[in-house]
Structures are given as C-alpha cells and as structure tokens.
C-alpha cells in the first residue's frame, strides 16, 4: 500500500508536464501516510519561495486527509479553523495546491505545489494525483 | 549579472537619501539572487523591529519575484494566497516596501525597506531600485 | 552556469546507483548556489530523520564551500570551528556526507546525503559529483 | 555615547580593509549596546553561512560583553559555561571573531566577522575595533 519513490516520482512527472503545458513552472512535493517528504523538485524558474510551501501544502493535506483550497474555506476569520495556521510550527497551508493521495479507499499521503496562482496550483497537483 | 556589494551599496546609499529627504530613519536591507542578504543598515533613530522586517521583506521579494505590496492584495482574506504569511518559518512579509532587483531583464535579488508608513517604506524601496 | 533540475537529476541518479550498489537506502538532496533546494528524494527505506540531514548536509556544503567531513575535523572541541553547529538556526551539519558542486572551478551548488554510515553517505555523494 | 550608523560603517571599513589586505572575504557586521544589528555587508565571495555568524558573533560579545575567542575556552567539554551555545535560541557563537566595541570605558556594542579561519576572523574583528 505505502506509496514508493516510484509512485513519487510517477506523480511528480505528470504534474510537471502540466505545468509545463500552461507554461509556469512549480515546486512539486510528495509526502508519505507519516506526512514526510518523499521527493521534492523545483523547476527551473520556479519560486524560491515555494519550496517550503509545496513540502507544507503536501504535509498539511496529508495532517487533515484534505485539499489544502478546502481548508481555505473554514479557515477564513470568524470560520471553524480560523487561527490553524498558526499551528503545527509554521507547516499549516491554508491555499490551493495540496491534495490528499488516495489509494483503494485510504489515503497514502499527498501531494502540494506552488509557483503559479492559486487555480494553476491546484490544476498541476490535480494532474499528479491522476498519476496515482 | 550577480550583484556585487558595490552595487547593494549604491542601491542602499540611494533609498537612504530618500529616507533623509523624507525625515523618516529606515532599516534597507539588499538580498541577492538566492534570497541572501548582501547589506543591510539601520538608519540612526530607526525601528528595532524593522531590522527583521526589512530583511525579510528583501527575501519575500526574490522569493516570490514579486512587489511585497502586491503580495498583500492577494493575502487578504478570501483572497488566493491567504495564509502564506505562515509559511517560510515566519519570513514573508506581505506589506509594502519589498521590491525585486531586475537587471538586463533578470531578477538578480531584492531590496526591502522598513521604519514608516507602508507608503514610506514604498517610496524609499523605490529610490533605490533607480540606483541599480 | 547556474544548476538546473536536469543536472540536479542527473546527480541524484548517480548518487542513488551507488546507494543501490552498496544496499544502504539514502535520502539524497542537491541545492543551488543560494543554497536553496533543487531536488530532494527519499529511497524507499531510508531514513526520515535524513531527509532534514540530506538538505542541510547539501546547505552547510554551499554555506562554507566545503565538504562537511572536513568541517567536522575542525568543529570538534577545542578546534577552530567548535560551536559552529548552533549557527544558521540549526542547520549547519558537521558530519561526512555534503559536497560542493563545482563547474568550471566555480561552486554552483552542493549534495547531501543522508542514510547510512559516514563513509557510506560520503561514497555517494563522491559518486553524485561525478555525474556533474 | 550611543553607536551611530557613521561608527558603524567606520568599522566595517577598517575591517574590510584588512580582510583586503589578508585576501580574504568576509562578513562583518556591528551590533549596537542592545545587541540590535546597525549594519552588516558580505563582500563579494564571502561565505552564505557567515552572514547568520558574524551577526551572531556581534550578538554575543555584546551580550557577554566578551571576546567570542575567550568565551570559546570556557564553553569546551568540562568547562564552566559548556553547553551556552544551546541558548538564546541559537544565537550564541563560540569561536572567534566577535568583539565588544568600548568608548570611553563602556560597551557599546560588539563587532562580528565570518570568512575564514578562526585566527582571520580574530584580526578583521581587532582592525575594525581600532577604528572606534
């Protein structure tokens, strides 16, 4: 069941070839069940910023076993989670670009990126997860 | 293309007249092309606090290859990138007075200033930015 | 000049044929001349308390454009460098296992590795440079 | 009595005049009485990872009122102060190059250096101390 470097990097490829496709390059990171990073990629051109964040969205959807643009939601002031950010040391990402991995109905771990806006993150992780 | 001390200098030597012409004392601080800091001075009479804000207001604009001003728009809540303030250990400021260093069309770093009103901070960025 | 994801790969594939050869799982990690991460992965097996090491093995190998066994021979007490751990928020390594990355006599990045003895992190690394 | 910017650069240049004068890139940076930076420079070539030490090596002089290079003796295995480098949340630097700044017979602020050896380090701290 556990998700393998293999499975990683299967998930990483099809997300950098959409991102490539829409022209905007991406962090892309994959964490495990235990929310720990199997393998991380920076595209040539791609944030620096968004190394931290693609590891974190990935870890934070893995913590809750849900889409990061979700969280978003409930996490806005005067929301059930407003402050979840603050948790967890700084690792909690409440925007677009991470989603849960799932496999025969459990969840295996996630994926996060970050580089472009916040639609563009979710498409790009949204094409990694169907590599799964 | 690397800025060079020489060229940080200039940069800060011009945001600081500004700052002087402006009776404001600012904290500038000058980053290069991997988000680390090259110089940075307080101004006498200027904030304690801004010593890490100016800082890191140079970072999140090479981070993010973006205006920290405009960063904040899409900040706020309901906003795309609400939330990212968590991220990178506490370093991304998403107010104004970061500006990204562009020479012969290439990001090569960032200046960020801070010690007054968001405008302030923008304006004195901005004189240096003119000296590069 | 400047490391892209392909050269990261490439570096990461050696390394990770080593690790193979020799049966020791490693985390493995490659950063740019700023010292920000290209590309990290975890063989299946490996460590999780490696993939910080791996980073910041890679990190501490740009921060002082030296290999971290050799950092360590004067980190020890009473050496030059004793208290050089506490620095960089934690994330100096001094022990073996980072290596500067050098095109055309110019360091433009580093490796890390992390899983295995010493010398089995340092033996893939070596084999890491070599594929640059 | 307080250190102004002007001191400060008066410092920093003397220092960087003889980290010229020794071939040796370096950073410098100069703390105020509250241990607060005034300003720091990377000359070109310096390490990455001497920016967070000699920032720190001011810090601490300042904040022991101490030469890091006579803190580093009490702070070795059996010694009195061993295990100081653990506070201050990472902050405290136990090898030379850092040294308080005295006017008129009182500390009003220390100089940090980082880029080479512990005894570089040593004399690019006394030639700045000299220009005070």
Redesign the interface.
């Known amino acids: 069941m556990a998700l393998?470097?293999e499975d990683?990097r299967n998930i990483i490829s099809a997300a950098e070839a959409k991102a490539t496709e829409i022209g905007q390059p991406m962090n892309i990171a994959v964490v495990d069940v235990?929310g720990?990073?199997?393998?991380?990629?920076?595209?040539?051109g791609a944030?620096?910023?968004?190394?931290?964040?693609s590891i974190?969205k990935a870890f934070t959807s893995r913590a809750f076993d849900i889409q990061t643009k979700d969280l978003?939601e409930n996490?806005?002031?005067n929301q059930q989670f407003y402050g979840i950010?603050?948790s967890n040391n700084?690792r909690?990402?409440?925007?677009?670009g991470g989603i849960p991995l799932i496999r025969d109905g459990e969840v295996v771990g996630a994926i996060g990126v970050s580089g472009g806006?916040?639609?563009q993150d979710q498409d790009v992780a949204e094409a990694g997860v169907k590599a799964l």
């Open positions: 393998t470097l990683a235990g720990n990073v199997i393998s991380h990629v920076r595209m040539d944030w620096l910023g968004g190394i931290d964040i974190n978003a996490s806005q002031p950010a603050a700084g909690i990402m409440i925007f677009a806006s916040g639609n």
